[in-house]
Protein backbone atom coordinates (compact mmCIF):
# COMPACT_ATOMS: atom_id res chain seq x y z
CA UNK A 1 0.00 0.00 0.00
CA UNK A 2 1.05 3.26 -0.81
CA UNK A 3 -0.03 7.09 1.16
CA UNK A 4 -0.21 9.52 -1.57
CA UNK A 5 -1.65 13.40 -1.38
CA UNK A 6 -2.40 15.79 -4.11
CA UNK A 7 -1.53 19.73 -2.42
CA UNK A 8 -3.81 22.30 -3.34
CA UNK A 9 -2.09 25.85 -3.50
CA UNK A 10 -1.80 29.50 -4.75
CA UNK A 11 1.58 30.68 -6.50
CA UNK A 12 2.43 34.39 -7.36
CA UNK A 13 5.09 36.30 -8.27
CA UNK A 14 7.45 36.13 -5.33
CA UNK A 15 9.83 33.13 -5.35
CA UNK A 16 10.84 33.23 -1.80
CA UNK A 17 6.76 33.69 -0.72
CA UNK A 18 6.29 30.80 -3.37
CA UNK A 19 9.37 28.66 -1.90
CA UNK A 20 7.39 29.22 1.74
CA UNK A 21 4.00 27.72 0.61
CA UNK A 22 5.33 24.40 -1.25
CA UNK A 23 6.95 23.88 2.47
CA UNK A 24 4.31 25.13 4.27
CA UNK A 25 1.75 22.65 2.36
CA UNK A 26 4.77 19.75 2.33
CA UNK A 27 4.97 19.97 6.03
CA UNK A 28 0.97 20.41 6.70
CA UNK A 29 0.72 16.89 4.36
CA UNK A 30 2.55 15.01 7.31
CA UNK A 31 -0.25 14.62 9.79
CA UNK A 32 -0.86 11.93 7.18
CA UNK A 33 2.79 10.12 6.51
CA UNK A 34 2.28 10.35 2.97
CA UNK A 35 4.50 7.85 0.41
CA UNK A 36 4.39 10.60 -2.09
CA UNK A 37 3.06 14.59 -2.14
CA UNK A 38 2.23 15.75 -5.84
CA UNK A 39 2.82 19.57 -6.21
CA UNK A 40 0.80 21.86 -8.83
CA UNK A 41 2.50 23.10 -11.94
CA UNK A 42 4.73 26.31 -12.03
CA UNK A 43 5.22 26.28 -8.20
CA UNK A 44 8.12 28.72 -8.28
CA UNK A 45 6.30 31.25 -10.02
CA UNK A 46 2.90 31.52 -12.27
CA UNK A 47 3.18 31.47 -15.83
CA UNK A 48 3.40 35.23 -16.99
CA UNK A 49 6.24 36.71 -17.33
CA UNK A 50 7.20 40.38 -19.17
CA UNK A 51 10.07 39.29 -21.44
CA UNK A 52 12.97 36.72 -21.95
CA UNK A 53 15.05 37.74 -19.64
CA UNK A 54 11.95 38.05 -16.58
CA UNK A 55 11.11 34.37 -17.23
CA UNK A 56 14.79 33.07 -17.39
CA UNK A 57 15.35 35.43 -14.04
CA UNK A 58 12.12 33.76 -12.40
CA UNK A 59 12.57 30.03 -13.17
CA UNK A 60 14.83 28.04 -11.20
CA UNK A 61 18.02 25.86 -11.76
CA UNK A 62 18.62 22.44 -10.81
CA UNK A 63 21.28 22.90 -7.87
CA UNK A 64 19.88 26.44 -7.17
CA UNK A 65 18.31 27.25 -3.34
CA UNK A 66 14.12 26.17 -4.36
CA UNK A 67 14.94 23.12 -5.51
CA UNK A 68 17.69 22.21 -2.42
CA UNK A 69 15.17 23.04 -0.32
CA UNK A 70 12.38 21.06 -1.75
CA UNK A 71 15.17 18.06 -1.71
CA UNK A 72 15.99 18.62 1.78
CA UNK A 73 12.19 18.21 2.64
CA UNK A 74 11.91 15.09 0.84
CA UNK A 75 14.70 14.31 3.07
CA UNK A 76 13.25 15.34 6.35
CA UNK A 77 10.09 13.73 5.81
CA UNK A 78 11.35 10.70 4.11
CA UNK A 79 8.96 10.52 1.14
CA UNK A 80 9.05 11.23 -2.50
CA UNK A 81 7.90 14.57 -3.75
CA UNK A 82 7.07 15.54 -7.06
CA UNK A 83 7.02 19.37 -7.80
CA UNK A 84 6.66 21.30 -11.34
CA UNK A 85 8.91 24.24 -12.17
CA UNK A 86 9.90 26.63 -15.06
CA UNK A 87 13.63 25.22 -15.16
CA UNK A 88 16.67 26.47 -16.10
CA UNK A 89 18.66 24.51 -18.74
CA UNK A 90 22.38 24.16 -19.11
CA UNK A 91 21.74 25.48 -23.01
CA UNK A 92 20.07 28.64 -22.00
CA UNK A 93 16.89 27.44 -22.84
CA UNK A 94 14.19 26.88 -19.91
CA UNK A 95 11.56 23.48 -19.73
CA UNK A 96 8.27 23.17 -17.81
CA UNK A 97 9.55 20.42 -16.18
CA UNK A 98 8.43 18.27 -13.46
CA UNK A 99 10.90 16.68 -10.54
CA UNK A 100 11.03 13.44 -8.56
CA UNK A 101 12.97 13.82 -5.22
CA UNK A 102 13.64 10.60 -3.42
CA UNK A 103 13.53 10.00 0.48
CA UNK A 104 17.03 11.15 0.89
CA UNK A 105 16.52 13.96 -1.48
CA UNK A 106 18.24 13.01 -4.32
CA UNK A 107 16.64 14.19 -7.43
CA UNK A 108 15.26 11.11 -9.62
CA UNK A 109 13.88 12.10 -12.49
CA UNK A 110 12.84 14.84 -14.70
CA UNK A 111 10.11 15.01 -17.19
CA UNK A 112 10.03 18.09 -19.36
CA UNK A 113 6.41 19.35 -20.85
CA UNK A 114 5.99 17.86 -24.02
CA UNK A 115 2.98 19.66 -25.54
CA UNK A 116 3.19 23.05 -24.85
CA UNK A 117 -0.09 25.73 -23.93
CA UNK A 118 -0.43 28.62 -25.71
CA UNK A 119 2.17 31.39 -24.95
CA UNK A 120 4.14 28.74 -23.13
CA UNK A 121 5.65 28.18 -26.85
CA UNK A 122 6.96 31.97 -26.36
CA UNK A 123 9.27 31.30 -23.39
CA UNK A 124 9.99 27.11 -23.23
CA UNK A 125 10.89 24.60 -25.31
CA UNK A 126 9.04 21.35 -25.79
CA UNK A 127 10.83 18.52 -24.65
CA UNK A 128 12.89 15.98 -26.74
CA UNK A 129 12.86 13.10 -25.17
CA UNK A 130 9.98 11.02 -23.12
CA UNK A 131 10.40 10.80 -19.52
CA UNK A 132 11.56 7.84 -17.09
CA UNK A 133 8.92 5.24 -15.53
CA UNK A 134 10.56 5.09 -11.87
CA UNK A 135 10.56 1.97 -9.59
CA UNK A 136 10.11 2.49 -5.91
CA UNK A 137 9.38 0.17 -2.82
CA UNK A 138 5.95 0.80 -3.40
CA UNK A 139 5.55 0.67 -6.97
CA UNK A 140 6.49 2.38 -10.43
CA UNK A 141 5.67 6.45 -10.65
CA UNK A 142 5.55 8.12 -14.05
CA UNK A 143 5.10 11.85 -14.64
CA UNK A 144 3.73 14.81 -16.77
CA UNK A 145 2.76 18.17 -16.27
CA UNK A 146 -0.85 19.44 -17.49
CA UNK A 147 -1.23 20.01 -20.93
CA UNK A 148 0.15 16.58 -21.42
CA UNK A 149 -2.54 15.16 -20.20
CA UNK A 150 -5.23 16.46 -21.91
CA UNK A 151 -4.75 14.48 -24.94
CA UNK A 152 -3.70 10.72 -24.68
CA UNK A 153 -0.19 10.35 -25.95
CA UNK A 154 2.32 11.02 -23.41
CA UNK A 155 0.44 9.37 -20.48
CA UNK A 156 -0.27 5.95 -22.96
CA UNK A 157 3.58 5.78 -23.67
CA UNK A 158 4.26 5.79 -19.89
CA UNK A 159 1.78 3.21 -19.12
CA UNK A 160 3.09 0.84 -22.11
CA UNK A 161 6.19 1.26 -20.24
CA UNK A 162 4.69 0.00 -16.81
CA UNK A 163 3.59 3.38 -14.75
CA UNK A 164 1.06 2.02 -12.23
CA UNK A 165 0.76 5.76 -11.00
CA UNK A 166 0.51 9.10 -12.66
CA UNK A 167 1.75 12.46 -11.12
CA UNK A 168 -0.16 15.30 -13.07
CA UNK A 169 1.01 18.50 -11.94
CA UNK A 170 -1.78 21.21 -13.27
CA UNK A 171 -1.61 25.08 -14.17
CA UNK A 172 -5.25 25.10 -15.00
CA UNK A 173 -8.26 27.29 -15.36
CA UNK A 174 -10.29 24.83 -16.94
CA UNK A 175 -13.33 22.78 -15.16
CA UNK A 176 -13.11 20.14 -17.95
CA UNK A 177 -9.35 19.51 -16.69
CA UNK A 178 -10.67 18.28 -13.49
CA UNK A 179 -13.86 16.42 -14.74
CA UNK A 180 -12.55 15.02 -17.82
CA UNK A 181 -9.42 15.29 -19.60
CA UNK A 182 -7.64 14.04 -16.02
CA UNK A 183 -10.07 11.28 -14.66
CA UNK A 184 -10.13 9.97 -18.03
CA UNK A 185 -6.32 9.24 -18.30
CA UNK A 186 -6.25 6.57 -15.17
CA UNK A 187 -8.85 4.10 -16.50
CA UNK A 188 -8.05 3.82 -20.24
CA UNK A 189 -4.72 3.01 -18.93
CA UNK A 190 -5.86 1.24 -15.77
CA UNK A 191 -3.43 3.22 -13.54
CA UNK A 192 -3.57 5.47 -10.33
CA UNK A 193 -2.98 9.16 -11.10
CA UNK A 194 -2.47 11.77 -8.21
CA UNK A 195 -3.17 15.47 -9.95
CA UNK A 196 -2.28 18.28 -8.12
CA UNK A 197 -4.07 22.07 -9.41
CA UNK A 198 -3.47 25.42 -8.42
CA UNK A 199 -6.15 27.93 -6.67
CA UNK A 200 -5.87 31.76 -6.93
CA UNK A 201 -5.05 34.06 -9.90
CA UNK A 202 -2.98 32.40 -12.79
CA UNK A 203 -1.39 35.93 -13.48
CA UNK A 204 -0.75 39.24 -11.60
CA UNK A 205 -3.51 40.99 -9.72
CA UNK A 206 -2.86 44.03 -11.23
CA UNK A 207 -3.56 42.59 -14.79
CA UNK A 208 -6.61 40.68 -13.89
CA UNK A 209 -8.55 42.85 -15.88
CA UNK A 210 -7.09 43.93 -18.66
CA UNK A 211 -6.14 40.58 -19.68
CA UNK A 212 -9.92 39.43 -18.99
CA UNK A 213 -10.79 42.16 -21.81
CA UNK A 214 -7.93 41.27 -24.05
CA UNK A 215 -8.62 37.31 -23.77
CA UNK A 216 -12.37 38.02 -23.64
CA UNK A 217 -12.80 35.88 -20.50
CA UNK A 218 -14.55 36.43 -17.19
CA UNK A 219 -12.54 37.50 -14.67
CA UNK A 220 -13.79 34.78 -12.00
CA UNK A 221 -12.14 31.91 -14.88
CA UNK A 222 -8.79 33.62 -14.22
CA UNK A 223 -8.01 31.47 -11.59
CA UNK A 224 -6.36 28.05 -10.98
CA UNK A 225 -9.88 25.57 -11.02
CA UNK A 226 -9.09 23.55 -8.13
CA UNK A 227 -10.12 20.26 -7.66
CA UNK A 228 -7.17 18.43 -7.41
CA UNK A 229 -7.92 14.39 -7.19
CA UNK A 230 -6.65 10.92 -6.87
CA UNK A 231 -8.08 8.89 -8.97
CA UNK A 232 -8.46 4.95 -9.48
CA UNK A 233 -7.64 2.64 -12.33
CA UNK A 234 -11.35 1.77 -12.55
CA UNK A 235 -11.95 5.53 -12.69
CA UNK A 236 -13.39 5.84 -9.30
CA UNK A 237 -12.12 9.51 -7.75
CA UNK A 238 -10.79 8.31 -4.49
CA UNK A 239 -10.30 12.08 -2.97
CA UNK A 240 -11.08 15.22 -5.18
CA UNK A 241 -10.45 18.55 -3.47
CA UNK A 242 -12.57 21.93 -3.40
CA UNK A 243 -12.40 24.25 -6.46
CA UNK A 244 -10.99 27.17 -4.28
CA UNK A 245 -8.66 27.04 -1.61
CA UNK A 246 -6.09 25.29 -0.34
CA UNK A 247 -5.58 21.52 0.26
CA UNK A 248 -4.70 18.45 0.65
CA UNK A 249 -5.93 15.69 -1.16
CA UNK A 250 -4.93 11.93 0.40
CA UNK A 251 -6.23 8.69 -0.40
CA UNK A 252 -3.97 4.93 0.54
CA UNK A 253 -3.77 2.74 -2.69
CA UNK A 254 -2.54 -0.42 -3.65
CA UNK A 255 -0.30 -0.02 -6.55
CA UNK A 256 -0.65 -3.55 -7.68
CA UNK A 257 -3.98 -3.17 -8.70
CA UNK A 258 -2.61 -1.29 -11.61
CA UNK A 259 -0.98 -4.20 -12.90
CA UNK A 260 -4.20 -5.94 -13.87
CA UNK A 261 -5.26 -4.81 -17.25
CA UNK A 262 -7.97 -7.08 -18.16
CA UNK A 263 -11.34 -5.40 -18.91
CA UNK A 264 -15.06 -6.97 -17.46
CA UNK A 265 -14.37 -9.92 -20.39
CA UNK A 266 -10.80 -10.98 -19.80
CA UNK A 267 -9.36 -8.96 -22.68
CA UNK A 268 -6.36 -7.52 -22.30
CA UNK A 269 -6.06 -3.44 -22.68
CA UNK A 270 -2.97 -3.42 -23.88
CA UNK A 271 -2.29 -7.32 -25.48
CA UNK A 272 -5.16 -6.12 -27.43
CA UNK A 273 -3.91 -3.30 -29.29
CA UNK A 274 -2.96 -2.92 -32.86
CA UNK A 275 0.26 -0.87 -33.14
CA UNK A 276 0.40 -1.24 -36.93
CA UNK A 277 -3.00 0.67 -36.98
CA UNK A 278 -1.64 3.73 -35.23
CA UNK A 279 1.78 4.79 -37.39
CA UNK A 280 -0.05 7.73 -38.20
CA UNK A 281 0.59 9.15 -35.09
CA UNK A 282 4.16 9.02 -35.25
CA UNK A 283 4.01 10.33 -38.88
CA UNK A 284 5.16 14.35 -39.20
CA UNK A 285 2.32 16.87 -38.42
CA UNK A 286 0.45 18.18 -41.97
CA UNK A 287 -2.62 20.25 -42.32
CA UNK A 288 -5.61 17.42 -41.61
CA UNK A 289 -7.47 16.62 -44.81
CA UNK A 290 -10.55 18.02 -43.23
CA UNK A 291 -12.80 18.15 -45.73
CA UNK A 292 -15.91 20.26 -46.12
CA UNK A 293 -18.90 19.33 -43.54
CA UNK A 294 -22.13 20.39 -42.72
CA UNK A 295 -22.96 23.22 -39.69
CA UNK A 296 -25.47 20.80 -38.30
CA UNK A 297 -26.44 17.74 -38.88
CA UNK A 298 -29.24 15.70 -36.82
CA UNK A 299 -28.54 12.06 -35.13
CA UNK A 300 -30.06 9.61 -33.12
CA UNK A 301 -29.38 6.52 -30.61
CA UNK A 302 -31.63 4.10 -31.28
CA UNK A 303 -32.27 0.39 -28.39
CA UNK A 304 -35.38 -1.52 -29.53
CA UNK A 305 -36.88 -2.93 -26.05
CA UNK A 306 -36.14 -6.10 -27.63
CA UNK A 307 -33.49 -7.75 -28.04
CA UNK A 308 -33.80 -11.06 -30.00
CA UNK A 309 -34.99 -11.03 -33.74
CA UNK A 310 -37.73 -9.39 -33.01
CA UNK A 311 -36.50 -6.21 -32.17
CA UNK A 312 -36.31 -5.95 -36.44
CA UNK A 313 -39.78 -5.58 -36.11
CA UNK A 314 -39.05 -2.55 -33.48
CA UNK A 315 -36.97 -0.98 -36.42
CA UNK A 316 -40.17 1.38 -38.59
CA UNK A 317 -41.87 2.23 -35.57
CA UNK A 318 -38.33 3.61 -33.85
CA UNK A 319 -37.25 5.46 -37.63
CA UNK A 320 -40.77 6.59 -38.05
CA UNK A 321 -39.92 8.62 -34.41
CA UNK A 322 -37.04 10.17 -35.43
CA UNK A 323 -37.10 14.19 -36.84
CA UNK A 324 -36.90 14.14 -40.91
CA UNK A 325 -33.86 15.78 -41.22
CA UNK A 326 -32.09 12.50 -39.20
CA UNK A 327 -28.98 11.66 -41.00
CA UNK A 328 -27.41 9.24 -38.87
CA UNK A 329 -28.97 6.59 -36.54
CA UNK A 330 -27.12 4.29 -34.08
CA UNK A 331 -28.01 1.01 -32.76
CA UNK A 332 -26.42 -1.14 -30.20
CA UNK A 333 -23.76 -3.90 -30.59
CA UNK A 334 -25.76 -6.97 -32.06
CA UNK A 335 -28.85 -5.41 -30.68
CA UNK A 336 -31.11 -8.54 -32.57
CA UNK A 337 -28.87 -11.04 -31.18
CA UNK A 338 -30.07 -11.80 -27.72
CA UNK A 339 -27.58 -11.85 -24.64
CA UNK A 340 -24.30 -13.07 -25.09
CA UNK A 341 -21.98 -14.00 -28.23
CA UNK A 342 -23.94 -15.84 -31.06
CA UNK A 343 -22.61 -20.03 -30.92
CA UNK A 344 -23.43 -20.51 -34.33
CA UNK A 345 -21.95 -18.82 -36.79
CA UNK A 346 -23.43 -19.45 -40.00
CA UNK A 347 -26.82 -19.09 -38.01
CA UNK A 348 -25.42 -15.79 -37.03
CA UNK A 349 -24.67 -15.09 -40.58
CA UNK A 350 -27.58 -15.32 -41.70
CA UNK A 351 -29.40 -13.64 -38.95
CA UNK A 352 -27.08 -10.30 -40.32
CA UNK A 353 -28.95 -10.58 -44.24
CA UNK A 354 -32.55 -10.11 -42.42
CA UNK A 355 -30.95 -7.68 -40.21
CA UNK A 356 -29.53 -6.00 -43.24
CA UNK A 357 -33.14 -6.30 -45.40
CA UNK A 358 -34.95 -4.70 -42.34
CA UNK A 359 -32.73 -1.85 -41.51
CA UNK A 360 -32.62 -1.13 -45.33
CA UNK A 361 -36.78 -1.07 -45.45
CA UNK A 362 -36.83 1.06 -42.36
CA UNK A 363 -34.78 3.69 -44.35
CA UNK A 364 -37.60 3.29 -47.52
CA UNK A 365 -38.52 6.96 -47.93
CA UNK A 366 -35.61 8.34 -45.95
CA UNK A 367 -32.89 8.99 -48.79
CA UNK A 368 -30.54 10.97 -46.33
CA UNK A 369 -31.08 8.68 -43.39
CA UNK A 370 -28.29 5.67 -42.78
CA UNK A 371 -28.17 3.27 -39.83
CA UNK A 372 -25.45 1.46 -38.24
CA UNK A 373 -25.28 -0.89 -36.27
CA UNK A 374 -22.65 -4.19 -35.55
CA UNK A 375 -23.71 -7.43 -37.20
CA UNK A 376 -22.28 -11.03 -37.44
CA UNK A 377 -20.64 -11.40 -41.08
CA UNK A 378 -18.10 -13.28 -43.18
CA UNK A 379 -14.71 -12.18 -43.09
CA UNK A 380 -11.76 -13.79 -44.63
CA UNK A 381 -11.58 -17.64 -43.96
CA UNK A 382 -14.52 -16.81 -40.99
CA UNK A 383 -17.26 -14.34 -39.46
CA UNK A 384 -15.81 -10.89 -38.29
CA UNK A 385 -17.96 -8.92 -35.80
CA UNK A 386 -19.07 -6.02 -38.07
CA UNK A 387 -20.04 -2.16 -37.84
CA UNK A 388 -22.25 -1.79 -41.32
CA UNK A 389 -24.21 1.47 -42.59
CA UNK A 390 -27.13 1.02 -44.36
CA UNK A 391 -29.44 3.38 -46.19
CA UNK A 392 -32.54 2.31 -48.30
CA UNK A 393 -30.07 1.23 -50.94
CA UNK A 394 -28.58 -1.56 -48.50
CA UNK A 395 -25.04 -1.54 -47.19
CA UNK A 396 -23.23 1.79 -47.81
CA UNK A 397 -19.97 0.29 -45.95
CA UNK A 398 -18.83 -2.03 -43.70
CA UNK A 399 -15.72 -2.10 -40.98
CA UNK A 400 -14.47 -5.35 -38.79
CA UNK A 401 -13.95 -4.98 -35.46
CA UNK A 402 -9.93 -4.04 -35.45
CA UNK A 403 -9.38 -5.17 -31.92
CA UNK A 404 -10.07 -8.77 -30.18
CA UNK A 405 -11.80 -8.81 -27.51
CA UNK A 406 -12.30 -11.96 -25.22
CA UNK A 407 -16.43 -11.68 -25.35
CA UNK A 408 -16.68 -12.24 -29.28
CA UNK A 409 -13.16 -14.83 -29.54
CA UNK A 410 -14.74 -15.84 -33.21
CA UNK A 411 -14.09 -12.28 -34.82
CA UNK A 412 -11.33 -12.01 -37.22
CA UNK A 413 -10.22 -8.81 -36.86
CA UNK A 414 -9.98 -6.30 -39.92
CA UNK A 415 -6.81 -4.63 -40.71
CA UNK A 416 -7.88 -0.93 -41.96
CA UNK A 417 -9.65 1.98 -39.87
CA UNK A 418 -12.52 2.86 -43.42
CA UNK A 419 -13.87 6.49 -43.91
CA UNK A 420 -17.06 6.88 -45.47
CA UNK A 421 -17.50 10.47 -46.98
CA UNK A 422 -21.01 11.67 -46.40
CA UNK A 423 -22.94 14.62 -47.90
CA UNK A 424 -22.97 16.34 -43.84
CA UNK A 425 -19.30 15.38 -43.59
CA UNK A 426 -16.64 12.27 -43.21
CA UNK A 427 -17.30 9.06 -41.04
CA UNK A 428 -15.67 6.41 -39.16
CA UNK A 429 -17.30 3.14 -38.09
CA UNK A 430 -16.05 1.96 -34.24
CA UNK A 431 -17.83 -1.29 -33.65
CA UNK A 432 -16.75 -3.39 -30.86
CA UNK A 433 -14.25 -2.32 -28.00
CA UNK A 434 -12.00 0.06 -31.10
CA UNK A 435 -13.24 3.08 -29.21
CA UNK A 436 -12.10 2.09 -25.73
CA UNK A 437 -7.93 2.89 -27.61
CA UNK A 438 -7.80 5.98 -28.23
CA UNK A 439 -5.13 5.38 -30.20
CA UNK A 440 -7.05 4.74 -32.78
CA UNK A 441 -9.64 7.28 -32.49
CA UNK A 442 -6.77 9.74 -33.18
CA UNK A 443 -5.61 8.36 -36.31
CA UNK A 444 -9.73 8.79 -37.29
CA UNK A 445 -8.92 12.30 -36.56
CA UNK A 446 -5.61 12.64 -38.24
CA UNK A 447 -7.41 11.83 -41.43
CA UNK A 448 -10.12 14.04 -41.42
CA UNK A 449 -13.24 12.32 -39.88
CA UNK A 450 -16.00 14.88 -38.22
CA UNK A 451 -17.71 12.08 -36.53
CA UNK A 452 -17.88 8.47 -35.09
CA UNK A 453 -20.90 6.13 -35.26
CA UNK A 454 -20.07 3.56 -31.96
CA UNK A 455 -22.24 0.29 -32.00
CA UNK A 456 -21.16 -1.04 -28.93
CA UNK A 457 -21.81 -2.96 -25.50
CA UNK A 458 -20.55 -1.24 -22.86
CA UNK A 459 -18.56 -3.72 -20.15
CA UNK A 460 -17.02 -0.82 -17.63
CA UNK A 461 -19.06 2.78 -16.90
CA UNK A 462 -15.89 4.69 -18.06
CA UNK A 463 -16.48 4.18 -21.12
CA UNK A 464 -19.17 6.14 -21.39
CA UNK A 465 -18.26 8.65 -18.69
CA UNK A 466 -15.16 9.51 -19.60
CA UNK A 467 -13.75 7.64 -22.52
CA UNK A 468 -16.12 8.55 -25.22
CA UNK A 469 -16.45 12.00 -24.16
CA UNK A 470 -12.39 12.82 -24.10
CA UNK A 471 -12.50 11.13 -27.37
CA UNK A 472 -14.68 13.71 -28.68
CA UNK A 473 -12.84 16.61 -26.84
CA UNK A 474 -9.25 15.30 -26.93
CA UNK A 475 -9.85 15.24 -31.02
CA UNK A 476 -12.40 17.64 -31.71
CA UNK A 477 -14.75 15.27 -33.22
CA UNK A 478 -18.84 14.09 -33.02
CA UNK A 479 -19.60 11.16 -31.16
CA UNK A 480 -22.79 8.57 -31.74
CA UNK A 481 -22.81 5.72 -29.58
CA UNK A 482 -24.83 3.21 -28.89
CA UNK A 483 -24.83 0.54 -26.06
CA UNK A 484 -27.66 -1.39 -24.04
CA UNK A 485 -27.88 -0.24 -20.37
CA UNK A 486 -24.81 -0.84 -17.56
CA UNK A 487 -24.94 0.37 -14.18
CA UNK A 488 -27.25 3.00 -15.08
CA UNK A 489 -25.39 4.57 -18.30
CA UNK A 490 -25.86 4.22 -21.56
CA UNK A 491 -24.58 5.47 -24.87
CA UNK A 492 -24.21 9.43 -25.89
CA UNK A 493 -24.29 11.76 -29.02
CA UNK A 494 -21.50 13.92 -28.21
CA UNK A 495 -21.07 17.36 -30.18
CA UNK A 496 -19.01 19.93 -30.31
CA UNK A 497 -19.36 24.13 -28.92
CA UNK A 498 -18.26 25.88 -32.31
CA UNK A 499 -16.51 28.17 -29.96
CA UNK A 500 -13.08 26.84 -29.10
CA UNK A 501 -9.92 28.63 -29.53
CA UNK A 502 -8.91 30.92 -26.38
CA UNK A 503 -7.74 34.14 -27.12
CA UNK A 504 -10.18 34.76 -29.81
CA UNK A 505 -13.71 36.36 -29.81
CA UNK A 506 -16.91 33.34 -28.83
CA UNK A 507 -19.80 34.45 -31.01
CA UNK A 508 -22.18 31.92 -29.28
CA UNK A 509 -21.15 31.78 -25.63
CA UNK A 510 -19.16 33.34 -22.79
CA UNK A 511 -16.37 31.46 -21.53
CA UNK A 512 -18.30 29.65 -18.73
CA UNK A 513 -14.82 27.95 -17.73
CA UNK A 514 -15.09 24.91 -20.21
CA UNK A 515 -12.31 24.99 -23.51
CA UNK A 516 -13.96 22.02 -25.26
CA UNK A 517 -16.00 19.50 -23.21
CA UNK A 518 -18.56 18.41 -25.78
CA UNK A 519 -22.12 18.56 -25.53
CA UNK A 520 -23.75 15.22 -24.73
CA UNK A 521 -27.18 14.06 -25.07
CA UNK A 522 -27.23 10.75 -22.83
CA UNK A 523 -28.94 7.92 -24.04
CA UNK A 524 -30.96 7.04 -20.96
CA UNK A 525 -31.51 3.30 -20.20
CA UNK A 526 -34.90 2.30 -21.61
CA UNK A 527 -35.29 5.05 -24.24
CA UNK A 528 -35.66 3.52 -27.55
CA UNK A 529 -35.53 6.70 -28.94
CA UNK A 530 -32.59 9.59 -28.33
CA UNK A 531 -32.21 12.62 -30.63
CA UNK A 532 -29.34 15.66 -31.39
CA UNK A 533 -27.69 17.55 -33.77
CA UNK A 534 -24.05 17.50 -33.79
CA UNK A 535 -21.75 19.87 -35.70
CA UNK A 536 -19.17 18.12 -37.87
CA UNK A 537 -17.97 21.74 -39.32
CA UNK A 538 -16.84 22.14 -35.79
CA UNK A 539 -14.21 19.28 -36.03
CA UNK A 540 -12.36 21.43 -38.62
CA UNK A 541 -10.97 23.73 -35.88
CA UNK A 542 -8.42 21.86 -34.10
CA UNK A 543 -6.52 25.15 -32.58
CA UNK A 544 -7.10 25.49 -29.05
CA UNK A 545 -5.08 27.91 -28.08
CA UNK A 546 -2.07 30.17 -30.15
CA UNK A 547 0.77 27.35 -31.22
CA UNK A 548 -1.47 24.74 -29.49
CA UNK A 549 -3.41 22.51 -32.36
CA UNK A 550 -4.68 19.57 -31.26
CA UNK A 551 -3.55 17.34 -33.99
CA UNK A 552 -0.71 19.65 -35.46
CA UNK A 553 0.97 20.01 -32.28
CA UNK A 554 0.92 16.76 -30.90
CA UNK A 555 3.85 15.49 -29.03
CA UNK A 556 4.89 12.76 -32.46
CA UNK A 557 8.66 12.31 -32.36
CA UNK A 558 7.82 11.46 -28.69
CA UNK A 559 5.27 9.07 -29.42
CA UNK A 560 7.04 5.65 -30.49
CA UNK A 561 5.95 3.38 -28.01
CA UNK A 562 2.03 3.45 -29.19
CA UNK A 563 3.56 1.73 -32.13
CA UNK A 564 5.34 -0.65 -30.60
CA UNK A 565 4.54 -4.31 -29.78
CA UNK A 566 2.18 -4.73 -26.62
CA UNK A 567 3.09 -7.12 -23.33
CA UNK A 568 1.29 -9.70 -22.61
CA UNK A 569 -1.39 -11.98 -24.16
CA UNK A 570 -5.00 -11.11 -25.57
CA UNK A 571 -6.51 -12.30 -22.02
CA UNK A 572 -3.36 -10.98 -19.79
CA UNK A 573 -4.35 -10.16 -16.33
Known sequence: MARVAALQFASGTDLEANLATCLRMIDSAQVHAPDLLVLPEFSNHISWYDDAEHAWRVSVARDGPFLRAIAERARRHGCYIVINVSLRGENGELTVSSMMYDPA????????????????????????????????????????????????????????????????????????????????????????????????????????????????????????????????????????????????????????????????????????????????????????????????????????????????????????????????????????????????????????????????????????????????????????????????????????????????????????????DLPWGRLALFPGDDAVHPELVKVAALRGAHAIAVPFAMQEAWEEVYGLRSRAAENRICVVASTRPLAGRAGLIATLERDFTLMTPWLEREFDGYINAPLVTEQLPGATVTVADIHPQAACNKLMSERTDLLLDRPWRLSRDLVQPSPGTLASH
Open 105 to 420: GQLLAVADKQTLMGHENTWFARSRSTSEVVSTPFGRLAMFPCRDGVTCETPRGLALRGAQLFCDSLNSFALDEATLHVPARAPENKVFLVAANKVGPLIPEQLLQAVSDETHIPLRFLQGAGESQIVSPTGEILARGPRQGEAVVFAEIDLALADNKARADGTGLFASRRPQLYLPIVEPPQAPVCAEAAATAGVACLSPAAQDESALAELPGLVAALPADTVLAVLPELFCYGSGSPADMPEAAELAARAIDALAAACAGRDKLLLCTSLVLPHGAGFSLTAVLVGAAGVLARQPQLHSCMRHSWSVPGDELTLV
